[in-house]
């Protein structure tokens, strides 16, 4: 079991930067791949970024390459989510989920847990 926690959301105004943090307990933490998805009320949840169990391998959505970096701290069991060159369109709930098995990265039909979500809002 991996129980994850969201933290760093909040208001920005259209070209600044947040960083998101997700911190996790539970089952070993450096041997999950960990994704970064949001929502947007009416919509399905979408992909944002995710790396692999060691941060040797990393995808992005087209929408944010470029802009979002993501990176893992093992030793503090947390995965970050930097945004940079935020944009109106950017602002979700943003969510981190765990998967046991790393396949494309980008599906949540991979992941085995998620968190509770933390807001951004990106003011235009």
């Known amino acids: 079991q991996v129980q994850l926690v969201e933290s760093g959301g909040g208001l920005v105004q259209a070209g600044g930067s947040l960083r998101l943090s997700c911190a996790a307990s539970?089952?070993?933490?450096?041997?999950?791949?960990v994704g970064w998805f949001r929502q947007v009320p009416g919509k399905e949840r979408e992909f944002v970024a995710a790396?692999?169990?060691?941060?040797?391998?990393?995808v992005y959505a087209d929408s944010v390459k470029g802009r979002f970096t993501i990176s893992r701290d093992n030793a503090k069991n947390t995965v970050y989510l930097q945004m940079n060159s935020l944009k109106a369109e950017d602002t979700a709930v943003y969510y981190c989920?765990?998967?046991?098995?790393?396949?494309?990265?980008?599906?949540?039909?991979?992941?085995?847990?998620w968190g509770q979500g933390t807001q951004v809002t990106v003011s235009s």
């Open positions: 989920a765990a998967a046991k098995t790393w396949l494309s990265g980008s599906s949540r039909y991979e992941y085995d847990y």
């Open positions: 539970g089952r070993t933490f450096s041997s999950i791949a």
């Open positions: 790396i692999s169990w060691n941060g040797g391998r990393t």
